[in-house]
């Protein structure tokens, strides 16, 4: 099929340029080359397209209707030539954004409302899945992602923010459980785990005055798959949990949760944009990073939120 399609554009050359001679030196391959091509392109289809005399070329009946269609095959090349660079230069298309769906609600889309408003070439699909969905099977152009030191080979990984992670629960649990003065004391609490294989947790820990560090695992008899789920079961006085400061500050200044040992820090996490990796990534990933960036650089997110470095 390629090497019918190649020789239909070198017929449609012929015919352009009324010679074989002409059509080599435009394509910068030989005049037999060319003239094997027309031989191919009429034994394949048993017909005669082009009458040779020693003076000039004509069209055939069959000729004449053939390059018709060549002419039409190589103006959808050409429309899909620049749809191709409009597309990896343009902001117009689709693009899609995955995150956690708090995410998305409380910082994605503020921070790009104003960006898609003024781009309405694009398509925006927001992909809200607490379990990573893979760039590639889900065709994502910009993941966003929380983790330590995140590295991936096969994709782009962008810092954006990094993050303090506190411990937190809602008033109602802290006035009728345990006290909770030491890391120790966390074993007999419910802790709530997002995630949707595992029961228990690591928790490391580190005292803010002395530097003492204390890692332990911790059971839960709660199991869930969703961020968002686990923080709406804190609130509701179910448990304690692991959060970022990024997701709970404003539930923390209006007194919905408080912060469990808040002597005793957590490791920070920091918030990545993952892309695939490519020398020359579209100029919508590019512009959707920039005004992603813009936005955590001016965000303020409490004690130890900054930029990454």
Request: charged share 20%; net charge negative.
């Amino acid at each position: 099929m390629l090497d019918q399609l190649r020789a239909m554009g070198v017929f449609a050359c012929v015919v352009e340029k009324n010679s074989f001679s002409g059509a080599a030196r435009e394509l910068g391959i030989t005049t037999s080359a060319v003239s094997q091509q027309i031989r191919s392109l009429e034994q394949d289809m048993e017909v005669i397209l082009l009458n040779r005399s020693t003076r000039k070329l004509s069209l055939t009946e069959a000729g004449q209707a053939f390059f018709y269609s060549c002419q039409e095959m190589l103006s959808a090349a050409e429309r899909g030539k620049v749809r191709i660079n409009e597309l990896r230069d343009d902001l117009v298309g689709e693009l899609r954004i995955a995150s956690t769906a708090e995410l998305c609600a409380a910082h994605v889309v503020p921070a790009l409302s104003h960006w898609m408003s003024a781009h309405r070439g694009l398509n925006i699909h927001f992909e809200t899945d607490d379990q990573e969905t893979s760039l590639v099977d889900g065709r994502i152009d910009i993941a966003l992602r929380l983790g330590q030191n995140l590295e991936d080979q096969h994709h782009t990984v962008i810092p954006l923010i990094q993050i303090e992670q506190i411990l937190v629960a809602a008033p109602s649990y802290i006035n009728q459980s345990a006290l909770i003065s030491q890391p120790d004391d966390l074993k007999q609490h419910d802790l709530l785990i997002a995630s949707a294989q595992k029961t228990q947790a690591r928790i490391e820990v580190q005292h803010v005055n002395t530097a003492e560090k204390v890692s332990m695992e911790i059971q839960s008899r709660f199991n869930v798959s969703s961020e968002l789920i686990a923080k709406a079961m804190c609130l509701q006085g179910n448990g304690i949990s692991k959060s970022a400061y990024l997701d709970v500050q404003k539930d923390l200044k209006n007194g919905a949760l408080v912060e469990v040992l808040p002597e005793w820090k957590l490791a920070p996490v920091t918030l990545y944009a993952v892309i695939p990796k490519s020398d020359q990534q579209p100029t919508k990933i590019l512009r959707c990073l920039d005004t992603l960036k813009q936005y955590f650089s001016q965000i303020n997110g409490g004690r130890i939120f900054h930029i990454a470095s």
